[in-house]
């Protein structure tokens, strides 16, 4: 009896060791290697935040990591005056109308931001981008006693003529900003190529939004349900991980940490695939003839020279509303990761560059025309700020999908933008 | 025996009499009515034909000579700046757009007319409103030797900002007019005072318009189909029955013409009231939500005040837009029916210009904000013309409904649209 106990002693004595000790391996392992690698957690729980988002095509929320269940949905409408809209666009133009029509703060110096959703992300509160305009401009001694309000109008997948017609109906709205800033240029040249290669005007809003809103699914449609419910599997699951890794704080961990993003980005790599099978359904769907506006050329070379026209027109069009009403307004090109030598790319930025070939060849393309036209509008007089090498210098990661940047990227950003905007600003005392 | 053979012949005598006596009575009734009644058989073919064209919901034709049967019925389609066209539009724009990419004829001079179905009647070839206008301004020594091309771009229930957007999505396409002027005004404040009343934004476009293409049939596919068959069975019965009457001449008989024309009109008051029963239908439809645009006060004072703000806001900007690009703009507001006092209408127009309180309070209510809203644009630097009292000395009948004028409306208006013109272009040569 005793010969056979002692084994069995021995064995559980083992076990317990182990079920201490493989957690406390793991926690020394888990603090070296983050001391090892400079491993931020804060970092990795804003990548969960941006992947996840990414997934709701909507606008991403650079500022401040929201939790999970905030995270809105970008359910879209159709609007009159811009193609479409996303679902809080009445609400945000609800306020904007009932401030309007209250009588201002004193002092308030209102500032505009349009474009798509880099601009969306860049002003939204709390994003550094926003933060660091103000600091820069509250260096200026104009700006000493005014309060800067910031009117974020970026929505994604806008491009021009969209934030023009926006401006021109808040405008006639009674909406009266003191300057206006477009961020804008990637959806410009990268959405007006994939509509063009799609087969609709590139000067239409983005054929992915439009078509989806206006088709009628008509034959295609128990395909258009499957593609859209793969959407919505993987938007979920991506939703689901991240609220588990929230709960546990799991991005503490640099051994768990990045696994949870391993894993988050195979489900947004799901969710493109998905993405992708419903466009090329949309693309096929018979009947969007009238709804794929007027015939273009479908030459790639030419749809990125129909998209720039567009593009330097609509500005030119802001710039002459503007200044009609004594409202300063500058054109920002953005900076993005596929405009050749704009930034020299991190292993991060490499592995989550990937985007349709319409993209790529689109700013490719697009860019240096985008140049071109803006060194044009600057000769005329508007104010224009390429910063599309604005973070040519800058070694760290900023880029976390093909286009979209980091708190850091806004931070430069932001930078530069106030600093060109305190050069471009007429002389003289600010308007009241 | 003998009896039955005679009374058969007798049969036959009066058979026989009674065929020829017939028609023979019916043209000797007729004449007489013709002469005593002084019966207007143009007239009634005229009528007729403008039956049709308002149950197709086209621009009416200046002309009036067109065939029953070649009328447009006017397919309307979403679009993604203006909320709506016509597949017409479409199509005239991929002309315009080919025409803008090669240099236009030397020594035309190009002239946009914006607005809506009246600027498209006044903007078409064969109107003589921009017949006049062509004629006066070939006086001017300027215009010698140019060769005056219009591009009509005034289409069916269009309002601001519809004509900003129309004309700002053209100026970037290339198209580049010399001139543009925007014949505006009504619906600026009739369709918005009607929007308000059926729920949705006054800014927006025409409720019967955005709220048909924009909202889904959903579950009830099959009462929206009812309703449509009814729209759509009296307006082909309609066309049928004028067509084949005009084709047999039936108007020119003072009896049959007016048979005809009741046969046709009471197809036109099916047609009316089937359309009527479809907008209280979608008014009533609890799904039409974001696409009722931001919440607005539904006060009638507020709304005409928002709607003439955003028509003068508009206007602004579409002057800076030209301004910009050295375009001569004008804004004319049109003269309409049920503006107080603005002309005295003949029985015929007493008739035939029927409205419902609606759009009576509108334009009794709104024309002179518009009015006061105009002069305010001259003296910021627009081009202003104000044109709602051109028809106040003409005794004659000029409108064939509530806002529609006929050739001579037309003749009259294009007159002092001219003058106006003359007056307000810059001195010095024309542009090439």
Redesign the interface.
Known sequence: MTESTRPRRSWMKIVLIQLVLIPVLFVIADVAIGLATGYDAENTRARFAAIVESMQSGVPDPGRVVATERIKKADL??H?????GP?G???S??NE?RLAKSEPLENEYRIMILGGSVAAGFGNRGSGGIVEVRRVLKEDPRFKDRVIRFLGQGFGSYKQ?QQ??LA??L????VVPHAIISLDGFNEVALSQQNGEAGMSP???AFSQ?VHL?NKWGENGDSMLDALMKIRDARERGLAITGTAERYGLHHSSLIGPRVIGRLQHEKRQFSKAASEYIGLLRNADGFG??A???FSKKHKRIAENAV??WK??T??L???C???GIFFMNVLQPTLHDEGSKVLTESEVVTSVALDSWVRGAKLGYPLLRRAGRELAEEGLAYFDASLAFKDVEATLYYDPCHFNQLGYQVLGIRIGERFLEALPEGELPK | MTDSPTKKPRWKKILLVQIILWPVLLLLADLTVNLVSGYDSEATRIEISEIIERMNSGVPDPARDKNVEDQEVVDLSLHPYTGFGSRGMLSAHTGEFKKARKPGPEGEYRIMILGGSVAGGFGSKRSEGTGNLRKLLKLDPRFEGRTIRFIAQGFGSFKQPQQLNLANFMFAWGVRPHAVINLDGFNEVVLTLQNARSGINPTYPSFARWAHLSSDWGTETNTILDILAAIREPQEKAVELASRGLKFKLHKSSILGPLLLEGVSGHQWRHAQATKEYTTFLRRRPSLGPLAGPKFPNEDEIVLSDAVRMWSESSRSLHALCEERGIFYLNVLQPTLHDTGSKVPTLEERRKGQASATWKLGASAGYPLLRAAGAKLSELGVNFYDASGVFKEVEETLYFDACHFNQFGNAVLGKAVAEAFLELLPEGELPE
């Not at chain 1, 009159?80 to 479409?84: C, E, Q, S």
């Not at chain 1, 405008?171 to 009674?174: E, F, M, Q």
């Open positions: 409408r159709l009159p005056y811009t193609g479409f679902r666009l009445n609400e133009h609800n109308f003529p023009l017609f021109s109906y405008l006639g709205s009674g000067n239409y809003p439009w206006t009238p709804l506006g007027p015939n026209r567009m027109e609509s030119r069009a710039n002459s509303i200044k009609d009403r």
